[in-house]
């Protein structure tokens, strides 16, 4: 297929560049990947949506404050986004940069783009693929991102973070640190909302995978089976794979809460069936790619011609999800991160090999 295939017209002022004063307030497209059907709903209509006996999956993973300014000794402007600390104590990230800073350069924090330099600088060691490799010569990354991370906004969020950005691009359950994108699925969920679904009966558990910032990279690839995914580090436990068995058991549904739950369960399964998985994942899940586990996910919408528009394309039938976001602009909806969300339930031949478009 080809990356033309997933396009889509998208006025700009749908781009939600804000959260809504209330996370679960949003609207909810609900697709129904066997017949194409579409509903219109609140998100607190999930509740209704999800059954006692099935299962939701959440990915627990917690955004880093990645993206740091800095100067280099020359006087020339940076911008750091951390993709991935490493437990050698270095970071691979993307640089930006007038001009391309040379191994061994020193780069010096500021608080933002126009800020004095601080005490705390970090050292260019390398470079792997089109990243750099930095390391902190003074305090650690830790501290460096306490004292002077921004939240990792998207790039089409036209304006810099602000203070209710380090609460409301996280998720309310986020707990493992490593994350430079947020999981938006689930920025949905309050409190109020989560003590609903457990009051209905409803199991959840959580994966792990902590998203990067190639989530933003386009597909340059003509033919999208030539395009290869980035590498992002899932933790799929004993627990996940034994709830999973529970819920078919008892006739559930397994319900992945974004494609970062699906990408986790998927990968984990890759062989056939669900085992324990704790490493690095470049799956990519495309028409024509099987799913093992999931039975229905809640997801934003997304990027035209992105990996993730394939991934729902593949779950529900490209022509539905074409048809379900022309929809979507027609109603007005919010996009992205920060914007609606859709409850989309499978398209059988989701589960074979060869599914193109539907």
């Known amino acids: 297929m080809l990356r033309q295939d997933f396009q889509f017209d998208l006025p700009g002022e749908l781009i939600a560049q804000e959260p809504l004063a209330e996370r679960s307030s949003s609207r909810l497209l609900v697709l129904e990947g066997a017949s194409g059907d579409l509903f219109h709903k609140q998100f607190t209509d999930i509740v209704d949506l999800i059954n006692p006996e099935d299962l939701l999956v959440f990915n627990n993973t917690k955004v880093l404050p990645a993206r740091l300014f800095g100067v280099k000794q020359t006087g020339g402007r940076v911008e750091i986004l951390i993709e991935r600390l490493r437990a050698d104590g270095s970071a691979v990230a993307q640089v930006r940069a007038s001009k391309t800073p040379r191994d061994g350069a020193a780069i010096y924090i500021t608080s933002d783009e126009e800020s004095d330099k601080s005490e705390f600088y970090v050292r260019v060691v390398g470079r792997e693929g089109s990243m750099y490799l930095l390391e902190p010569e003074v305090g650690d990354w830790r501290e460096i991102m306490r004292r002077f991370g921004h939240m990792p906004l998207p790039p089409y969020i036209d304006r810099p ?25 689930g920025l949905h969920f309050d409190r109020n909302l989560l003590r609903d679904l457990s009051a209905k009966g409803v199991a959840s558990v959580e994966v792990t995978l902590h998203v990067g910032a190639g989530t933003f990279q386009p597909v340059r690839a003509e033919r999208i089976e030539d395009h290869h995914m980035h590498a992002e580090t899932i933790d799929v436990g004993l627990t996940v794979c034994e709830a999973v068995d529970a819920c078919r058991d008892g006739g559930g549904r397994v319900v992945a809460v974004g494609t970062t739950a699906v990408r986790s369960l998927e990968a984990a399964a890759a062989a056939g069936s669900l085992v324990p998985f704790h490493g690095d994942t470049d799956i990519f899940l495309y028409p024509g790619r099987p799913f093992r586990v999931v039975d229905a996910m809640i997801t934003n919408f997304h990027l035209p011609e992105s990996t993730l528009i394939m991934l729902v394309s593949a779950f529900a039938g490209r022509e539905h999800v074409l048809a379900a976001y022309r929809a979507a602009v027609s109603q007005r909806y919010r996009f992205f991160s920060y914007g609606d969300a859709m409850f989309i339930t499978a398209h059988p031949e989701a589960r074979r090999e060869g599914l193109l478009e539907i």
């Open 161 to 185: 973070d602000n203070e209710s950005d380090q609460d409301r691009y996280q998720t309310v359950y986020a707990s493992k640190e490593g994350a430079v994108a947020a999981p938006t699925a």
